[in-house]
């Protein structure tokens, strides 16, 4: 399985997580658009290190950005907006997610600062993030903007 496409389909109930423990070579994965897909978002999905794309937004995923979001090398979209998720945003370690181009994050309820490491990825240098998109407005603000970069 390569491409894992169910976006706009009404899928209900949370994302089993066997799904992505069962493949090796998946490179994308949209799941976008149904309102009702509850629960976490499944750890093993960011153990598939042949993900390039992974759309799971607009969806009613909860609960906090898994710890190893950053493990996939060739990782370029990551698109978490409009869920539900909680939490802050975890930091990455030095040389993840370097071909990541756009991280979606808005119309969540994350909390915190962007961290250092995700901005960084913004330096043409260390990364070729284009566009990080968050909820930076409000008062207060539900993801701070502490870095210039973002």
């Excluded at 897909?37 to 609960?63: E, K, M």
């Excluded at 950005?65 to 060739?74: D, K, S, V």
């Excluded at 998720?85 to 600062?113: A, D, H, M, R, W």
């Excluded at 260390?126 to 407005?137: F, K, P, V």
Aim: one cysteine or more; charged letters at 15%; glycine letters at 8%.
């Amino acid at each position: 399985l390569e491409n894992l496409i169910l976006n706009n389909n009404f899928l209900s109930g949370s994302i089993p997580a066997e799904v992505f423990s069962a493949t090796s070579m998946l490179q994308f994965v949209d799941l976008s658009n149904n309102v009702f897909l509850t629960g976490r978002l499944p750890s093993t999905l960011f153990d598939v290190t042949t993900v390039r794309i992974i759309y799971i937004a607009n969806c009613s995923i909860n609960g906090p950005i898994p710890a190893n979001y950053g493990r996939p090398p060739l990782l370029r979209d990551l698109f978490l907006d409009g869920n539900d998720l909680t939490g802050t945003v975890p930091e990455i370690t030095t040389g993840q997610l370097l071909n990541l181009n756009e991280f979606l994050l808005q119309g969540n309820l994350l909390t915190g600062s962007v961290p250092a490491s995700i901005c960084t990825l913004r330096d043409n240098m260390t990364g070729m993030l284009e566009d990080l998109w968050t909820d930076c407005l409000g008062n207060p603000p539900q993801i701070q903007c502490d870095f210039p970069a973002c």
